[in-house]
């Protein structure tokens, strides 16, 4: 658990993130879960994880959104 | 009289307050009737009441409801506070109690399995030093496994604005009342130094979920709710208490840069002179019979306590410097004074703003005083702000009957002191034309000369019409 919450420090400190519209709540919920556990912890990096790949393989992460698609993130 | 929706309740369609007659009364819809009920037969609101930390609710029978349109399944009644004050009015160990008592309240609830489902802290007011929650519909049923929706809430309206003077000496006032929602913690995030956020605290309340936000918005709706993974009910409380423990011992920087948190020390009053003020303030309160009292500039709140024990029964102070507020409210707290000490700027007094700009009620909106005290005042703003001495005086009528005015000549040492850079352009500003304008528009009772500098109090009163 101590390594897995090094390396989320240092992807959450050291991957810049983009900006565009943002849902408010998500990111509070996402902590919390980090905070229960070791399940939290790797629901996060599969999320950085998805980031690295795009990184690399250039796929689009969300080719159906357009600028209405915040709305169905959850709250 | 008929029944007035209160501006500021219109978020939950579980319910809404009005009033009728100065009584409060919260409609709860049918929507919010089955949630009320679970929680009303925990007994959790009413047991929190007898300790006076939730709002005493009575069920009132519906007939005294008579619009027909609103059609309520239930009708509380809550008792009428004193006056109901804003987070961006509050000093730091005012917002500090109100987070606490969010937490106690949260960790409590739980107990009885009920969760909040916000953390707004315009749902706090303050009954003298003791704050006291006052939105029984925003608890209800806990659900197993749910998160703390009200946590990104409770870091910008609490956690935020507590930080933002702790760690890096800024008090939260002015951004709080333009922004009103709270401090932002991706904004506050920016402004803290790199190695502060390796903090375990800052990093999972603050940092973290400013980024996780960033992160999700990349991401498919449907690929972040299938990661919606359950919080156990342990984790909550472990949350709650954590935060509650890191609350706790959360200070204000000392800030150099306070004008007037020593006056009590470095005022320029002799002794007997501050007792002839005490006395002539005293004598107004006896006679008057004041039963609010708004005290401007109130300072540490010496002349606030003053009114309390002579008879006055609840006083509001204002001034705009931070450390005395806070010695005032520990003042307050210490000698158990029914005393609530607001941040207030003369110059630029609360508007009226939010939603329709009615949702937070402006300074004057909420005029409620009996008695003003305006003690070494005026200058602050006469001077200090160029305030014509006219405009001041029919501002100070405006906001009660009667009061005291201590009108500082240009002799006193604080106003040489205030004129030490600045060119004199105050040619009218002396005690005759202060005297002059006053007697125009009021009675004046009585006024005393009070120290060797010439300070002069005025009791007065306006004309009753």
Redesign the interface.
Known sequence: MKHAFFFL?FF??FVE?????????????????????V??VL??F???W??VKRFFFKTN??PE?DDH??K???? | MSLIPDPASFRDPAGRIFTKDRRIFRLVSHQGARNYQIVRDTKFISKMAGLDKIIETLEANPSIIDDPSLNPHYVLEHPRLPFISYPYEWCFPMLKKAALLHLELQLQALDEKLMFSDASAYNIQFKGTRPIFIDSLSIQPYREGQ???G??QF?EQFLNPLLLRSLLGVTHNAWYRGNLEGIPSDELSKMLP?YK??SRNL???V????????????????S??S???K??KE?LT??FTQLSSWINGLKPRSSSNSTWGDYASIHCYESNEVTEKQKFVSNFIQKTKPETVWDLGCNTGEYSEVALKSGANYVIGFDYDQVALEKSFERAEKNSLNFLPLFFDGANPSPDQGWNCQERKSFLSRKNADAVLALAFEHHLAIGRNIPLDQLIDWLLNLAPCGVIEFIPKEDPNLKLMLRLREDIFDNYSEDSFRNILEKKCRIISSKTISKTKRVLYWFEKPTS
């Open positions: 420090i959450v400190l993130p983009a900006y565009s519209y943002l849902d408010p709540g998500t990111g509070s919920m996402l902590a919390q879960l980090v905070m229960g556990g399940a939290g629901v996060v599969k999320l950085y998805r980031k992460p969300n959104r698609s915040q169905d993130l959850p709250h | 998160v703390w929706e946590h990104q870091c790199w956020k390796f990093f999972l309340h940092v973290l979920p400013s980024r996780l936000n960033n992160l999700a918005k990349n991401e498919k709706a449907d972040l709710s990661m919606n993974h919080l156990p984790t472990k949350i």
